[in-house]
């Protein structure tokens, strides 16, 4: 059965710095995989995910993730973070493409003025 | 434009209690998930629904039972409430035909004193 790890359950980074949100896997076969994000009081919404094709998939807010098969990992960055950007972010993975979607524990990201 | 409706949002049970979450969507999606979230432990499957008809075991199955009534409903049913049953319950949903994203509900925060 496929895993999700979070090793950072919390993140503090200031304004304007890089930050790295790191998410591993574990899964016999092909995954997709995902990141989603909720921001305090909300439901979760889809930042970016990767099914095939180009391993470095980016979000419309300047996150990137890029899936290396190899060390079975999904890293998400962004190069300069903002306020707006503080909340819980989840790494998911599914096997195939009826297959129940699982979560990681979640990385709380604060960003410091 | 719905999306995904739970109901309801906010619900105090006693230890013993039965009740059932509903869940609807209006996006003809054909996967349907229940999850819970609580600090710490990111989102869980509880049980999902790849299709009409159809029902699985999540992660964390034990103490609940769902009902796929139709395309668009799927609800969680809590029998006898004990109070490791508090959380936030998250209803989603997939189009399901290659893992899309997930949409959320708005969740329902459930107390068992």
């Known amino acids: 059965a496929q895993s999700v790890t979070q090793l950072d359950s919390q993140v503090p980074v200031f304004e304007e710095a890089p930050v790295e949100l790191r998410c591993n896997y574990s899964?016999?076969?092909?995954?997709?995989l995902f990141w989603y994000v909720q921001y305090p009081n909300q439901g979760l919404q889809l930042l970016l995910k990767?099914?095939?094709?180009?391993?470095l998939v980016e979000s419309i807010n300047g996150f990137e993730a890029e899936f290396n098969k190899s060390q079975t990992s999904f890293h998400l960055r962004k190069p300069s973070v903002h306020i707006s950007d503080t909340a819980e972010y989840f790494c998911?993975?599914?096997?195939?493409?009826?297959?129940?979607?699982?979560f990681g524990p979640g990385t709380s990201l604060s960003v410091i003025p | 434009n719905a999306g995904v409706t739970q109901t309801p949002k906010f619900q105090v049970l006693k230890t013993g209690q039965s009740m059932t979450l509903q869940c609807a969507q209006d996006?003809?999606?054909?996967?349907m998930y229940w999850y819970r979230q609580d600090p710490g432990m990111g989102l869980r499957l509880i049980y999902y629904?790849?299709?009409?008809?159809?029902?699985d075991k999540g992660e964390v199955p034990n103490g609940y039972n769902v009902s796929r009534l139709n395309k668009r409903e799927f609800s969680l049913r809590l029998e006898s409430a004990a109070p490791s049953q508090t959380s936030v319950y998250f209803c989603?949903?997939?189009?399901?035909?290659?893992?899309?994203?997930?949409?959320f509900g708005s969740g329902t925060q459930l107390s068992v004193l």
């Open positions: 899964s016999s076969v092909s995954v997709y």
């Open positions: 989603a949903s997939c189009l399901g035909s290659e893992n899309e994203k997930l949409f």
């Open positions: 990767y099914l095939s094709g180009s391993t």
């Open positions: 998911a993975v599914s096997e195939t493409s009826y297959d129940k979607v699982i």
């Open positions: 996006m003809n999606h054909n996967s």
């Open positions: 629904s790849a299709s009409e008809g159809t029902t």
